[in-house]
Nanobody
């Protein structure tokens, strides 16, 4: 089991930036990939970005490409989501998730791939 704690959320104006962090503990040696998902008001949870733990291969949702960057620091057991040029439609609760299951980078958009989830951190972008 992996325990995940997100931090870094807050309120920003459109065009601003935030960096989210996700600290992992427990059986971190078993992590294959980490992902970020979000759920906005009245919306279903959607994929944002994912990165493999060892190789650092990343994938992004089309809605955030060019604006968001996912990265990881294996020594600190931490994954980051740098969010730039934020838009009001980015307002959501952001969740990080970990999977111990091997898969292709293209499969990591599926939330069913992830067994461990953080509690979420609120991001609000004002217009």
């Amino acid at each position: 089991q992996v325990q995940l704690v997100e931090s870094g959320g807050g309120v920003v104006q459109a065009g601003g930036s935030l960096r989210l962090s996700c600290a992992a503990s427990g059986r971190t040696f078993s992590i294959y990939a980490m992902g970020w998902f979000r759920q906005g008001p009245g919306k279903e949870r959607e994929f944002v970005a994912a990165i493999t733990w060892s190789g650092g291969i990343a994938n992004y949702a089309d809605s955030v490409k060019g604006r968001f960057t996912i990265s990881r620091d294996n020594a600190k057991n931490t994954v980051y989501l740098q969010m730039n040029s934020l838009k009001p439609e980015d307002t959501a609760v952001y969740y990080c998730a970990a999977t111990q299951m091997w898969g292709t980078i293209g499969s990591l958009y599926r939330d069913s791939q992830y067994a461990d989830w953080g509690q979420g951190t609120q991001v609000t972008v004002s217009s």
